[in-house]
């Protein structure tokens, strides 16, 4: 099962008015993560995570346990859910409950290795720097497994 973000994480940007955003998801049983990283979270990049999971597993159910925020329920996120046919299944956390969305324990690690306290000279550098955590834990799933509480099976 995935579980993908409950709150998208808003990385401030050096030195300009703008922002990028951190989407992504975390197989809870084998500690694989899959973000993208954006401009803006509206449906449309909310949708593309969802697309990018169901093209990383071609066959089998996914099953996507998330808040009921705006960006996850609309148009283009349904027509995801409809192209997949039955293979992706949304499960709707409660409302104000992000501590029931294991991923929200590794965004907090994610921003205390990479973004607390640290200034970088561009953007471009934080969004490798961003990615750079992302494939260096997908290197050490049981990392991953251990941060949002899941075990390895």
Request: glycine content about 4%.
């Amino acid at each position: 099962m995935w579980c993908p973000l409950a709150q998208q994480v808003k990385i401030p940007t050096p030195g300009q008015p703008k922002v990028h955003y951190g989407l992504g998801a975390v197989n809870y049983h084998t500690g694989e993560t899959v973000v993208l990283i954006r401009k803006r979270k509206r449906r449309l990049e909310v949708a593309e995570l969802l697309q990018t999971l169901v093209e990383k597993h071609p066959t089998g159910t996914i099953y996507v346990a998330w808040d009921n925020a705006v960006t996850h329920q609309d148009d283009e996120v349904e027509a995801v859910v409809r192209a997949a046919a039955g293979r992706l299944v949304l499960l709707y956390l409660p409302t104000y409950s992000p501590w029931l969305n294991p991923i929200e324990m590794l965004w907090r690690h994610f921003r205390r290795e990479v973004t607390h306290c640290e200034l970088f000279e561009t953007v471009k550098v934080l969004i490798e720097a961003s990615y750079a955590f992302f494939r260096r834990y997908n290197q050490a799933p049981e990392k991953v497994l251990s941060i949002v509480g899941a075990y390895s099976s």
